[in-house]
């Protein structure tokens, strides 16, 4: 569908579309990310509630941390590359959001578990 602009041109909607849409890569690795934020969040509680969780972490890689580094790490690469392969595209401000509320919910959720816990 086409619309007519101040000057007179013909101004495709779909190439404005377009313009404002983040690439597939860029797209499905800020979701990607969205997701792996909240991830650590709820391993970082569920090994400080669960010790067998905690124990078994630190003896997978000798330290708890580099386990949970490395989860978070394999999580987001293959989220990513399925959401890539998947085609999925948005817009920038869209996906912006989508991670700044995962940071939000995360750091929240960080502050009453270290407060109430």
Not at 74 to 82: M, P
Not at 91 to 97: D, I, S, T
């Amino acid at each position: 569908m086409s619309r007519i602009s101040g000057g007179g041109a013909i101004v495709q909607e779909d190439a404005i579309r377009d313009r404002t849409q983040l690439s597939v890569a860029a797209t499905a690795f800020g979701l990607s990310a969205a997701v792996s934020i909240l991830f650590n969040t709820a391993l970082a509680c569920v090994k400080d509630a669960y010790p067998p969780v905690f124990r078994f972490m630190a003896a997978l890689t000798g330290h708890h941390w580099i386990t949970q580094g490395l989860a978070d790490l394999i999580l987001f690469l293959v989220l990513g590359f399925a959401l890539m392969l998947a085609g999925v595209r948005m817009n920038g401000n869209g996906l912006a959001a989508i991670v700044a509320a995962a940071a939000v919910i995360a750091g929240g959720a960080l502050a009453l578990w270290t407060v109430l816990f």
